[in-house]
């Protein structure tokens, strides 16, 4: 290619970019007319496939909505602010009312609609973007891209190889809930890049991958799917995938299961048949709508006065979780609750992730004793019940959801502040695979 044709072909590229951000800011200022015209259905029509079950008129009537209500009369609406994200573009108005001056932010997908929405002081800057973590040392190790399954379902995926003389142990990451790209970006925050930078570091392959409701979220939210198609086909994948890469040790392939993928991993590990051992990260032990319930308690116990539509909320929440729990598959039933589909919900009714104990597989347990939506609830209960098998336990009383530090009680505030994975719990799962591998 001749520096001519480079430099056209380069022009074209930038000018294709600006024109999508372009897009993307005339999306979220859409967006944002809605908003302040409380034009709530229309804002609604404009929501991601993987947003719609929870902006619906009536969310947006009674958060984001009332709200705007408390600002009082609209003054200016300022030039608009840009960043990039995870595949998404931020887009933040400065709004001005006469109470009031905020920030009123979007987050917009790649096919311009609305994934996100967030209000922040004034003098708040965009979100921070991640910063590789102190403990990751770059020249250690070196990226392989894979593709994880095929078509239909086909996923994207990175693998990290330590340098150096083969072969390793490996570990497969396993998301948590909702659409998660490989690298479980909340954020400024990408919890399995730390993790698989952290661990290459130290001599373990990762293996990571975006969840398939992250790339098919429209597909997916057109299909009565459960957590098979969800998660538990690509882990098994995945953990495949791995043993046939030449630098890989036979049979040293790991799985660590955030959160949902912690609760999973019993069906995982069974299905796969060869896993060396399993890491239960912020695993919880409990079922997903009594995991949800206590959530939004904890979230609604923050707030010093309870609105009358929080307390409407909550009480419309608890009403789907006595639903989830008298659920009869022969029964007709609402097609979706708790945002979720029926089908989804009646697959795990009577599921036990205890049962792993029988797998006879060795296992790890790491929680974060800040962590509000994985509580040490789980922590105690994963604990009691592996008594007299092959399991460790580590928690750490100031890390959080995403094993980052903090102080005090830990809210859903503090995953916009960015981070990285304590040091201390990558040692820890490094120094355990390791010593399992022998």
Do not use: C
């Not at 984001?64 to 602010?81: D, M, Q, T, Y």
């Not at 770059?138 to 083969?166: I, M, Q």
Request: hydrophobic share 40%; glycine share 8%; no cysteine.
């Amino acid at each position: 290619m001749s520096v001519r044709t480079r430099s056209r072909a380069l022009i074209v590229l930038l000018v294709s970019l600006a024109a999508a951000q372009t897009s993307q800011v005339a999306a979220s200022r859409k967006a944002l007319d809605y908003l302040l015209a409380a034009k709530y259905n229309e804002l609604s029509a404009l929501a991601a496939p993987n947003s719609k079950s929870t902006f619906t008129p009536q969310f947006l009537r009674d958060r984001p909505g009332a709200e705007v209500a408390k600002f009082g009369k609209l003054l200016s609406i300022g030039a608009p602010v840009t960043a990039q994200e995870a595949g998404n573009t931020l887009v933040s108005f400065p709004v001005r009312f006469d109470k009031v001056a905020v920030n009123i932010q979007f987050t917009i997908n790649s096919s311009g609609q609305v994934a996100g929405l967030y209000f922040r002081p004034e003098s708040a800057p965009l979100p921070a973007l991640w910063r590789e973590p102190s403990y990751a040392d770059p020249k250690s190790f070196h990226a392989r891209e894979l593709t994880v399954g095929a078509d239909p379902w086909k996923l994207g995926a990175t693998l990290l190889l330590p340098n150096g003389k083969p072969p390793s142990p490996a570990l497969v990451l396993i998301h948590g809930p909702g659409p998660n790209d490989r690298d479980e970006t909340i954020y400024g925050n990408k919890v399995f890049a730390d993790l698989a930078e952290g661990l290459a570091t130290r001599g373990i392959a990762i293996l990571r991958y975006d969840k398939r409701t992250k790339v098919y979220a429209e597909k997916m939210s057109e299909t009565a799917y459960t957590v098979q198609q969800e998660t538990v086909d690509d882990a098994v994948t995945a953990a495949a995938l791995l043993r046939r890469q030449p630098e890989i040790a036979e049979g040293k392939v790991f799985a660590l299961g955030h959160s949902l993928g912690g609760y999973l991993l019993d069906r995982i590990a069974a299905r796969d048949g060869k896993l060396a051992g399993l890491v239960f990260f912020a695993a919880n032990a409990r079922p997903v709508e009594v995991m949800a319930l206590e959530q939004n308690e904890y979230v609604a116990s923050l707030g010093a006065n309870p609105t009358p539509a929080s307390q409407k909320r909550l009480a419309d929440l608890r009403a789907e979780v006595l639903k989830v729990r008298s659920l009869n598959p022969n029964q007709s039933s609402p097609p979706i609750l708790m945002g979720l589909p029926l089908a989804y919900l009646i697959d795990l009714k009577g599921y036990d992730p205890l049962a792993v104990k029988n797998l006879g597989l060795p296992m790890l347990f790491l929680q974060g004793e800040r962590d509000f939506q994985t509580s040490m609830k789980d922590f105690e209960i994963w604990k009691s019940a592996m008594s007299g098998r092959d399991a460790t336990f580590h928690s750490y009383p100031a890390l959080n959801r995403l094993f980052e530090a903090g102080n005090g009680k830990s809210t859903p505030g503090e995953y916009q502040i960015p981070g990285n994975v304590s040091g201390e719990v990558i040692r820890d799962i490094a120094d355990w695979i390791h010593a399992k591998s022998k």
